[in-house]
Nanobody, 123 residues
Framework: QVQLVESGGGLVQAGGSLRLSCAVSGRSSSFYAMAWFQQAPGKEREFVATISASGAVTRYADSVKGRFTISRDNAKNTLYLQMNSLKPEDTAVYYC????????????????WGQGTQVTVSS
């Protein structure tokens, strides 16, 4: 069984930065494509970014392109999301997720999920 644990969330002012981490245990992260999703209060869960198992392929939601960077270190079994130029509308719970085979922007294709970490951006 694969477990995912997010960390790094918090309160930051608009324009600031945060780096989220997602620790993978139970199996090597190199087997999985991984992604970050966000869910704001009263809204559906939304795709943020995804990365292939090797790290060679990444995709981003239009709303975060140029501001967020997804990366991974398979030697450390860890996924990252570097978030720069944060905006109040980025406020949400951020979840990491894992799936076998190809990347996807669709949440129901991911089998494994973390518990989420809260990101709050003040104006």
């Amino acid at each position: 069984q694969v477990q995912l644990v997010e960390s790094g969330g918090g309160l930051v002012q608009a324009g600031g930065s945060l780096r989220l981490s997602c620790a993978v245990s139970g199996r090597s992260s190199s087997f999985y494509a991984m992604a970050w999703f966000q869910q704001a209060p009263g809204k559906e869960r939304e795709f943020v970014a995804t990365i292939s198992a090797s790290g060679a392929v990444t995709r981003y939601a239009d709303s975060v392109k140029g501001r967020f960077t997804i990366s991974r270190d398979n030697a450390k079994n860890t996924l990252y999301l570097q978030m720069n130029s944060l905006k109040p509308e980025d406020t949400a719970v951020y979840y990491c997720a894992a799936k076998i085979l190809e990347t996807s922007i669709v949440d129901y294709e991911y089998r494994y999920w973390g518990q989420g970490t809260q990101v709050t951006v003040s104006s």
